[in-house]
């Protein structure tokens, strides 16, 4: 939702083709994926679409760096993670739909957390 609310100017079938760039990583490595990842976020994902007689290429953007009232935000407490094993961080902080900040709080008054 958030590509179509951020990149209106776009047509369906670039931020569809955006959507695809982001989800699809093709290192084995994660330090590459989130390089990778990063860049997509922070640059753009560049798109080519035909307009009329014309391949125009742009960029689309997930996260709204000029208008931050246009992102939605979202934290959420204890939610689980499910890979190989399921985690529950204490909070996840969501972007625009993308979990972009995993928080676990330590009571600082037990001795036995390091």
């Known amino acids: 939702d ?3 609310r951020i990149n209106r100017e776009l047509p369906a079938e670039a ?5 695809r760039q ?3 990583f093709n290192s084995p490595m994660l330090v590459e994926n989130n390089r ?7 640059e753009g994902i560049e798109v080519s ?12 953007y997930i996260v709204d760096f000029e ?11 204890q939610f689980t993670i499910i890979e190989h094993e399921d985690r529950r961080p204490d909070i996840l902080i ?6 972009l900040v995993l928080v676990e709080l ?9």
């Open 2 to 4: 958030a590509l179509f």
């Open 15 to 19: 931020l569809e083709d955006a959507y």
């Open 22 to 24: 982001l989800i699809t």
């Open 36 to 42: 990778h990842f990063h860049k997509l976020m922070t």
């Open 49 to 60: 679409y035909q307009d009329k007689e014309y391949i125009r290429k742009k960029r689309a």
């Open 67 to 77: 208008n931050p009232v246009n992102n939605e935000f979202l934290a959420v407490n």
């Open 94 to 99: 969501f972007i625009n739909g993308i979990p």
């Open 106 to 114: 330590k009571s600082a008054s037990d001795e036995k957390v390091g």
